[in-house]
């Protein structure tokens, strides 16, 4: 039986912001990390986004600072603009009651902007990315002399975007003396020679497995098709789940960007949402899509990533992402809280090597079928045919 907020630990005015959030009872991390966190433990965790992760970390923060005391005492280090915004938002709901001042710090937008903030002297924790975290020690504007706590987020993803050098040159001009949490999705070599060079030897390891049960409820299509057919397939696809919530994934923001304009202009409910949004037009564009407002997101990983959206019955990737740990990301945007859902990637043929390696990680054959546009709309009717109505969950409104 998993156990309650109140027996992790937890301050009344955190529990009171959990409330407000609407968080109920902690997730698997959670439950794990937060006491080991708030007791001054190091902490390595595997755990994928959308185990509720970022309060796992942010919880024992705002629970560790003292909001008086005005200096900067916890760093948090993400790998990407939007998850820097994410992040930064999650840990200000949480210390709201507290009384926490949390800034982002992060490249594409002013330095001279997040300078006059620090200059203020009122933030006690920062969340940035390591180049422009690194760029602001440089300056000499971000002074580290009184951070206790040093929180690495998807550890991997720094790592494969070749952070390394600055994270250890930002860990250099930390307090020896901190505690060190490391959250990442996956756990290659890399990552835990990191973890033995500067965490505490005593440091305690936490893994945390993907619900494999949703994805199992997902049910899971390729179709197969040439390049120059891509889009026209795609169109396709979404024609036929008109009254459906539906997340487009693409591999770029322009590629987003073109796609979203695309279906705008063939008459679909759609829009774009990426990292070079400004974070007011993000909010809109979810708001409206949390809504119904708007039916279909054209959507990055980066912006994806933490996205916490109910009801969406429908993803499509335009195109496999060029990693497995982005495809299972993406599939599990759908099917979420016991429900089924479906996933659907129009592939190229130059696709089929990564294609072969996700069936193989997921250990589940996926249906594929072989299309162009002239007998897409037949092979769509027989899968449709073979798949009985009776084994999906019904929905109001659905094409017959």
Do not use: C, W
């Amino acid at each position: 039986m998993s156990k309650s907020f109140q027996e992790l630990g937890i301050s009344k005015e955190v529990l009171k912001s959990l409330e407000s959030i609407g968080y109920t009872k902690p997730t698997e991390i959670q439950e794990k990390a937060i006491p080991l966190a708030i007791s001054g433990k190091d902490i390595v965790a595997q755990a994928q986004t959308g185990t509720g992760k970022t309060a796992a970390f942010g919880i024992p923060l705002v629970e560790k600072v003292n909001p008086k005391f005005k200096r900067i005492q916890a760093l948090v280090l993400v790998p990407t603009r939007e998850l820097a915004i994410q992040v930064t938002k999650e840990v200000k709901d949480l210390g709201k009651n507290k009384r926490v001042f949390v800034l982002a710090v992060y490249g594409g937008k002013s330095i001279k902007h997040q300078i006059d903030f620090l200059k203020k002297g009122s933030d006690v924790i920062v969340v940035g990315t390591p180049g422009r975290v690194r760029d602001l020690i440089e300056r000499g504007h971000l002074g580290l002399e009184s951070v206790n706590t040093l929180v690495l987020d998807e550890a991997d993803r720094m790592l494969e975007m070749g952070f390394i050098e600055d994270i250890e040159f930002i860990m250099s001009n930390l307090p020896e003396n901190r505690q060190n949490l490391l959250f990442s999705a996956t756990m290659p070599r890399e990552i835990l020679e990191l973890a033995e060079e500067f965490l505490k030897p005593d440091y305690e390891t936490i893994k945390v497995k993907p619900d494999e049960v949703t994805v199992e409820k997902i049910r899971q299509i390729v179709y197969r098709v040439s390049p120059s057919k891509l889009y026209e397939t795609l169109k396709e696809v979404l024609s036929d789940y008109t009254s459906e919530k539906s997340i487009v994934f693409t591999q770029t923001k322009l590629e987003a960007d073109k796609v979203a304009e695309k279906l705008q202009n063939d008459g679909f409910n759609a829009s774009a949402i990426h990292g070079d949004f400004s974070q007011n037009k993000r909010e809109l564009v979810l708001k409206k899509f949390r809504t119904g407002e708007l039916k279909i997101l054209v959507a990055t990983d980066v912006a994806a990533r933490g996205l916490d959206i109910k009801g969406v019955e429908l993803v499509v990737n335009y195109k496999l992402p060029r990693d497995i740990e982005s495809y299972i990301h993406r599939v599990g945007r759908t099917g979420r809280a016991g429900r089924e859902g479906t996933a659907i990637s129009v592939i190229t043929p130059e696709q089929d090597k990564v294609f072969i390696q996700i069936q193989k990680k997921i250990n589940k054959k996926l249906e594929i079928i072989n299309s162009n546009p002239e007998n897409f709309s037949q092979e769509k009717k027989q899968e449709k045919k073979s798949y009985k109505r009776s084994d999906r969950r019904p929905t109001a409104g659905r094409r017959r």
